[in-house]
């Protein structure tokens, strides 16, 4: 079954440190996101990419990077982590055309 | 940025009646509207979309309604149970920029009373 798959599913980081959140994707769509949800905020756009090789900023991208090494995976990157990036973070996937995105498991990061 | 503004962000209603929440956005030239639902722990999931071509669809105990003219979508929760309690967020696309991707409200939590 198509799916979205992200890793890891809980994470507790130092700040300073480095964060790499991961997401993979079977459903072959072209574009994939990154969100963060937290509570008041609804879903924050972080970075997109269109495909492999890709990357965009979305609405919030201060302090993070995001790498589209193929179509299957994208990353979201936390160079120096701060606790301000304590969140609920969600991947997604969705096609070209306009319809509805699939959407990750969701990482819970934690940066003390 | 673009937004998609969206109330009420709390609801509370009793089981068996209707729970509505509204959306505005703010580009013309969107033409898909999803709504997802959100239970705790979960990741958001899509009950129910309409295109620009319709003005409404129901699904399931579900209706949206498109106006495409005010610029406002809205969904209704007919009969309310207690498991239609989560998180629901509206989403619009494409946005003004052109790119596709969705625009989310803020989100409605919604508690449905027994």
């Known amino acids: 079954e198509a799916a979205v798959t992200q890793s890891p599913r809980n994470k507790v980081a130092v700040t300073g440190g480095k964060v790499t959140l991961s997401c993979n994707q079977t459903?072959?769509?072209?574009?994939m996101y990154w969100y963060r949800q937290d509570t008041g905020h609804g879903l924050r756009l972080i970075h997109y990419s269109y495909g492999a090789g890709s990357t965009e900023k979305g609405d919030i991208p201060d302090g993070y990077k995001a790498s589209r090494p193929s179509q299957e995976n994208f990353s979201l990157i936390l160079e120096l982590a701060t606790p301000s990036q304590t969140s609920v973070y969600f991947c997604a996937s969705g096609d070209n055309a306009n319809s509805d995105y699939t959407f990750g498991s969701g990482t819970r990061l934690l940066v003390i | 940025g673009e937004q998609v503004e969206q109330l009420p962000s709390i609801l509370r209603v009793q089981e068996g009646s209707s729970a509505s929440i509204n959306c505005t956005y703010e580009?013309?030239?969107?033409?898909?509207f999803p709504w997802y639902k959100q239970e705790p722990g979960e990741n958001p999931k899509l009950i129910i979309d309409i295109r620009s071509n319709m003005e409404r669809k129901q699904t399931q105990g579900l209706i949206v309604l498109l106006d495409k003219k005010a610029k406002r979508f809205s969904l209704h929760i007919t009969d309310t149970q207690p498991g239609d309690s989560a998180m629901y967020f509206c989403a619009a696309s494409p946005s003004s920029s052109g790119s596709w991707q969705l625009i989310f409200g803020s989100g409605t939590q919604l508690t449905v009373m027994p």
């Open positions: 459903n072959n769509h072209n574009n």
């Open positions: 580009n013309s030239a969107s033409n898909y």
